[in-house]
């Protein structure tokens, strides 16, 4: 089993960035994708972004150019750096971990930190 933990999330303007973290414990060496999903409220969960092993990112188009994701191996964890925020960046965010070389990984989910863009 793997277990995940989100922090980072909070209130920031239009514009502004976050950078959120997730740490993996339990059977991490198991652990092939990482990502992040993302759920506004009335709006099914999508896809944001992820990461293989080596560090092969992934981005929804809604996000390309304006989200960062990076992985530590070593510690872990998985960053999603997030710039150039909008309003419709908001939504609770969900760190996912996942053994199968996919890019939309599905197995293992963290409770979700909510982020909100307002001014």
């Known amino acids: 089993q793997v277990q995940l933990g989100e922090s980072g999330g909070g209130l920031v303007q239009p514009g502004g960035s976050l950078r959120l973290s997730c740490a993996a414990s339990?059977?991490?060496?198991?652990?092939?994708?990482m990502g992040w999903y993302r759920q506004a409220p009335g709006n099914e969960r999508e896809l944001v972004a992820s990461i293989s092993r080596g560090s092969t990112p992934y981005y929804e188009d809604a996000v390309r150019g304006r989200f960062t994701i990076s992985r530590d191996n070593d510690r872990n964890t998985v960053i999603l750096q997030m710039d150039s925020l909008e309003p419709g960046d908001t939504a609770l965010y969900y760190c996912v971990a996942d053994p199968r070389n996919s890019y939309r990984p599905s197995e293992y989910w963290g409770q979700g930190t909510r982020v909100t863009v307002a001014s």
């Open positions: 339990g059977t991490t060496s198991s652990i092939y994708v």
